[in-house]
């Protein structure tokens, strides 16, 4: 088990390193001048010269480059260049209500997803089934903006019953949750009711039936134990992209996440900000994806058996 932890952990330095390479380049091409941004308008040439000597902005961008690994090595992401404040501490500052945010809309998507494509898996070929993948295919084509406005203008304005932006009760987290949560509900339901109905054609399903197993027993003990692995990968999957989602979602709903933070952050030039937060969200879901990829081991012991 140990061996294959430190795999994932291997393959995960490689994909963090491009990660920092591509920010790093597309921050650097992009127009617009930082230091000239800090100061202002108003900045004269010495003082927009003066700034960029004192951010390093004028050695060469393998030395920058160089400069920023180090420090990201040693836990330094930079200081955001409008509040002068450091990168990490603003981001996990505000990484409490993003989290919050993608774990709900997650939770969400498993608890609809999953009891929805078992339902359509066992009645294949019914209304129900016809039913709950017309669900889930409408889920799965709303886009989240779209989504999040028609919430907000039929539970906030036209039935004002839900408070439409902010993040201060549990009223706040309902549309936003909905809105997250959504198409990956779309997708772990598709996935669910594929998953059971290769299982339930298996030769040791019918071997079950055939002993006289109640068919409750066999669907907890032989068909979900085998559905759960495809789930647990779709669901740490949505879990990555949650976090990417959430970018619009915290801006639309005025949240006050990473997601939101980082939206700032570009439209002000920060390019600190943006870079060690791109970053810092790399690393984040690649651990998340190495305790799904641990997860496994328990819910299928084949996998830990080929590393012990």
Known sequence: ?????LKRILLLIPVLLGVAVLIFTIIHMAP??????MLG?????????????????????YVQFGIFMGNTLRGDLGKSIITNDPVLGEILLRLPATCTLAFLGLLFAILIGVP???LAAIKQNSIVDAVCSFIALAAFSIPNFWLALMLMLLFSVMYPILPSSGMGTWKHLIIPTVVV??????????????SMLEVIRQDYIRTARAKGLPYKLVLTRHI??????????????????????????????SIPGTGRFLVDAIRAHDYPVVQGGVLFFAAFVGV?????????????????????
Do not use: C, H, W
């Not at 949560?181 to 594929?194: D, E, N, V």
């Open 1 to 5: 088990m140990s061996r294959y932890i």
């Open 32 to 37: 617009g001048d930082p230091a000239q941004t």
């Open 116 to 118: 929805l494509g078992t």
């Open 41 to 61: 308008a108003n900045a004269t040439q010495e003082e927009i010269q003066e700034l960029r000597v004192s951010l390093g902005l004028e050695k060469p961008l």
């Open 181 to 194: 949560g959504g198409q990956f509900m779309a997708t772990i339901a598709r996935m669910t009711r594929s």
């Open 224 to 253: 979900f134990s085998n559905v759960l692995i495809p789930v647990i990968t779709i669901a740490g999957l949505s879990f990555g992209q949650a976090l990417g989602g959430i970018v619009i979602t915290e801006t639309v709903f």
């Open 288 to 308: 998340v994806n190495l305790l799904v990829d641990m997860l496994y081991a328990f819910v299928d012991p084949r996998i830990k058996a080929q590393y012990r």
